[in-house]
């Protein structure tokens, strides 16, 4: 059984960084395109980040560009989301998903993952 736990959220002033992890437990690791989605209150989730198996391929949606960093370490299970110069924009859960799948362009869907986190927390203050 495959699970995904995040974990790293918190309260940070704007302009400040946090890094979210996310932990694949159940299957080999390196099996599994992940992606980071977040959702602000009283809007639709959207993609943040997405990354390849391999970690050769990374996407990352206009608004965090040169900001936030996708990155992945198999040998820890883990996936993280470094966020850096934080806006109050930016508050919102965060989830990580997992995709058993070959990366492609439908990386920012949500239909393309098989698996996601519970979600945690980012607030960023003014």
């Known amino acids: 059984q495959v699970r995904l736990v995040e974990s790293g959220g918190g309260l940070v002033q704007a302009g400040g960084s946090l890094r979210l992890s996310c932990e694949l437990s159940?299957?080999?690791?390196?099996?599994?395109?992940m992606g980071w989605f977040r959702q602000a209150p009283g809007k639709e989730r959207e993609s943040v980040a997405a990354?390849?198996?391999?970690?050769?391929?990374?996407y990352l949606t206009d608004s965090v560009k040169g900001r936030f960093t996708i990155s992945r370490d198999n040998a820890k299970n883990s996936a993280y989301l470094q966020m850096n110069s934080l806006k109050p924009e930016d508050t919102a859960v965060y989830y990580c998903?997992?995709?058993?799948?070959?990366?492609?362009?439908?990386?920012?869907?949500?239909?393309?993952?098989?698996?996601w986190g519970q979600g945690t927390q980012v607030t960023v203050s003014a």
């Open positions: 990354m390849s198996r391999s970690g050769s391929t990374t």
């Open positions: 159940g299957h080999i690791f390196s099996s599994y395109a």
């Open positions: 998903a997992a995709a058993n799948k070959y990366f492609s362009g439908s990386v920012y869907s949500r239909t393309f993952y098989d698996y």
